[in-house]
């Protein structure tokens, strides 16, 4: 067999390089080879061909395969729909009281992680209810010290129940007087550890708002030295994993739609698909375009899909017969015909031309070309297309 060897352009750091072979081409020993050495026979395609590669390259190029069966295939409805932030996920970072912004440790599109230090405010009022916690926590302990002596004393008769009930009294208000002082201090936004630091601290008055949970700031519209009033919004950080996409369903498909069914997303102008589910329908429809609101929470991990970026939504009403299917990115296109890699062996991946079904929900159906049981490159096939196109064979991306 007459065998081309080819480095992989990304594979330039591994010494062996994959093995490309014309599936009926034979030696010169042999006394004839089938093919042109270009891949080409009467102007056509080479009809075969196999990509070998080591595990190490299997592992760089993030190829992945499964081993096809037979599924249900999935009726779906198609709705345009627009991306929208996870209000769920949303956080306005205020302030609870009148400030001024004293340092910022963050920037616009940062990302944050929970608990981590946004913004530092400087504030006349927090200073003064500082010093008034402070001022009656010291006079709770001292009532409370006075009280343990006169009970002592009580008890060996030297003063009377009357005193003992006055110094009582009087450290039950103390005792209210520091709660309230501590409530204050809650309320401007100061917690349990910020509170606990105060007998340490030399500077009274300033107050670090932190991220709430981990996400991305989306908004920070503030100056240092700003003054602001109590309730103003410096910052906004959502958690940006999952989005909403708000669908347009038409009024005679909304019967078909339920809570909890399962529903993918595609960005215009682009062939990735985003799996979500069905988690809200709206109880009012647009009356100019009789259309309802669907919402979907979709998985967004890889950090593409944005507010405002309009999709094809797809949500699945039911299943259908039991096909091949495999996911869009699994076929590859060479010239006319569609393409798929078969793992024969280890690292041995064929070339097998198909013939695919209409796509739904990002699943194409194999009509021909492959069976159950085989085991097909689902991630990866375009690296192996582009060594079939350096062989010969015109490859493009499907």
């Known amino acids: 067999m007459k065998t081309v060897v080819l480095c992989l352009t990304i594979f330039t750091c591994l010494i ?17 080879n089938d093919h042109k050495e270009s891949g080409h026979k009467d102007g056509g395609h ?11 390259q299997i592992k760089q190029a993030g190829i992945m395969t499964e081993i096809l069966q037979l599924r249900p295939a999935m009726q779906a409805i198609t709705a345009p ?9 949303l956080a306005d970072i205020t302030t609870l009281v009148d400030a001024m912004v004293y340092a910022r440790h963050v920037r616009l599109g940062d990302q944050v992680k929970k608990g981590q230090k946004l913004v530092t405010l400087n504030s006349t009022s927090l200073a003064q209810a500082q010093a008034g916690y402070l001022k009656a926590r010291a006079e709770h302990n001292r009532s409370r010290q006075e009280l343990a002596r006169l009970k002592k004393l009580a008890k060996q008769k030297i003063i009377s129940q009357a005193r003992l009930q006055q110094a009582d009294s009087t450290y039950q208000a103390m005792h209210a007087n520091l709660a309230a002082a501590k409530a204050t201090l809650y309320s401007y936004g100061l917690n349990q550890g910020d509170i606990a630091t105060l007998l340490k601290q030399d500077v009274y008055g300033l107050l670090t708002l932190r991220a709430p949970h981990a996400g991305t700031v989306v908004a920070d519209d503030f100056r240092i030295g700003q003054h602001l009033a109590a309730g103003s919004r410096l910052m906004q950080v959502v958690d940006e994993s999952h989005v909403w996409v708000e669908a347009k369903i038409p009024e005679l498909l909304l019967s078909d739609i339920r809570i909890g069914q399962i529903a993918s997303v595609t960005p215009k102008g682009s062939k990735g698909h985003y799996p979500g589910t069905v988690i809200n329908i709206h109880h009012q ?3 100019v375009t009789r259309t309802a609101g669907v919402r979907l929470e979709i998985q967004n991990s890889d950090d593409l899909l944005h507010p405002g970026m309009f999709v094809s939504a797809e949500i699945a009403t039911g299943s259908g017969k039991k096909t091949l299917l495999l996911p869009e990115q699994a076929i590859q296109r060479q010239g006319s015909e569609l393409i798929v890699f078969v793992e024969e062996e280890p690292g041995h991946f064929e070339r097998r031309e198909v013939t695919v079904g209409k796509v739904n929900m990002g699943l194409l159906p194999i009509l021909t070309g492959v069976k159950a049981g085989e085991t097909v490159v689902v991630k990866g096939a375009f690296v192996l297309a582009s060594e079939l196109a350096k062989a010969g064979f015109e490859v493009h991306n499907h």
């Open 285 to 287: 429809l647009d009356a």
């Open 46 to 56: 080479e009809e075969g061909g196999v990509v070998k590669l080591t595990p190490a």
């Open 81 to 89: 729909g627009t991306v929208a932030f996870n209000a769920y996920a």
């Open 16 to 32: 062996s390089a994959p093995a490309i072979a014309g599936e009926h081409g034979h030696d010169e020993a042999g006394g004839h």
